[in-house]
């Protein structure tokens, strides 16, 4: 139950616009009639049409409910379920929900009571919980790279940039040779200007500045 100080309520609603024929209102209307029952007043609604796997720089509503929560513009964020405010994973999650409660602002989910933070007395357990579970995600995805890249190797794939080529290496010399500073060397080779620089340091060449009219190109 939230506590009696809560009273400014922000709800967030979100539908998938990869699920055709959903509609946001069926979310709205079950949060209003909550709101109401509870004596809360409804201050914002939020309502995004993306894939909840879009971050807050992706989902303009999404975005700009934390924009407001900063402000202190509500007390509360209320959801219909945890993935209708983010799909993004556990570690994600966690970010998003210590960043309300910095803000002084709690979160419910309507449908999940038990992963609402507007309960004080288990909020800290609640985030310390979803903490853990999220370091064992990215220990599980970390081992599961580990062993998708040792599989690559036991079949003979070659990790990594792909070697410089003698080919490349002599292209470089003679284009180094003619004089040209690095950056015109990068753009005449098409090889990146940092593998010019390590390559042509390694090859005893010092560096030298770009002319007036190489500056002039490179600026457009």
Sequence with gaps: MATASTNRVAIYARVSTDNKGQDPENQLMQLRAWCDRIGYVVVHEYVDHESGAKGVD???????????????????????????????????????????????????????????????????????????????????????????????????????????????????RAALDRGNSWHAVSIETGIPYSTVKKHARALGYEPRRRSAYEAKIAHG
């Design 58 to 172: 992706q989902r303009k509503q999404f975005g700009k409910l934390f924009s407001d929560a900063a402000r202190r513009e509500f007390d509360m964020v209320l959801v219909w379920a945890l993935d209708r405010f983010t799909r993004n994973g556990m570690a994600a999650t966690v970010v998003d929900l210590q960043r309300l409660a910095s803000y002084g602002v709690s979160f419910h989910s309507y449908s999940e009571p038990h992963l609402s933070t507007d309960n004080e007395l288990v909020r800290d357990v609640l985030l310390a919980v979803l903490a853990s579970l999220a370091k064992l995600e990215r220990e599980k995805i970390s081992q599961r790279t580990k062993a998708g890249l040792e599989r690559a190797r036991a079949r003979g794939r070659r990790l990594g940039r792909p070697a410089f080529s003698t080919m490349e290496r002599e292209k470089l």
